[in-house]
């Protein structure tokens, strides 16, 4: 154990912004996976993604027990989660730590109090956006970031398949 005898100031904490990332593909890598609550009472897998330093967190609301549609739509970006790994079948969250793959990022725009962020709008194995891109444009290890209170265009729609 570390001793610190740190008073704590909350008024001298400064806020700041969040990194965005630019728009794009990136290799990824799956760090964490954990379910939480919403303010509401339902619960959502939330799964983390490593892009060579970045991180970026996606909701899936698997279990919403007052929208249908929001589990649909869960259940389809899972579905492309998995395909894009080449699984079969995702028994537990735990089947998706350590395993690599390459995101879609786009930055989604604020609205009223809600900054701009960005969200993952699809997969891709490894193997395929490797193949997919030409010699001169490699998927993203390092990604380039802005802050949240820059204005940034979304990126021209690629013309590669994407899991989404």
Do not use: C
């Not at 492309?80 to 725009?109: F, N, P, W, Y």
């Amino acid at each position: 154990m570390v001793q610190i005898n740190l008073d704590v100031d909350a008024n001298a904490v400064s806020g700041g912004d969040f990194p965005l990332l630019k728009d794009g593909e990136y290799s990824a890598t799956i760090v964490n996976t954990e379910t939480r609550v919403s303010s509401k009472g339902d619960t959502y897998l939330v799964i983390q993604f490593d892009l060579g330093g970045p991180q970026i967190w996606m909701n899936y609301n698997l279990w919403h027990a007052t929208s249908p549609k929001a589990v649909e739509i869960a259940k389809e970006q899972l579905n492309s989660l998995g395909a894009a790994l080449g699984m079969q079948r995702i028994g537990d969250s735990e089947d998706l730590i350590a395993k690599r793959l390459t995101v879609k990022v786009e930055t989604e725009v604020g609205n009223g109090d809600w900054p701009a962020k960005n969200k993952i709008v699809g997969y891709k194995s490894l193997a395929a956006a490797q193949s997919s891109q030409p010699e001169s444009q490699p998927v993203q290890n390092s990604p380039q970031v802005t802050t949240q209170t820059e204005n940034t265009a979304p990126a021209a729609p690629s013309t590669a398949v994407w899991n989404t």
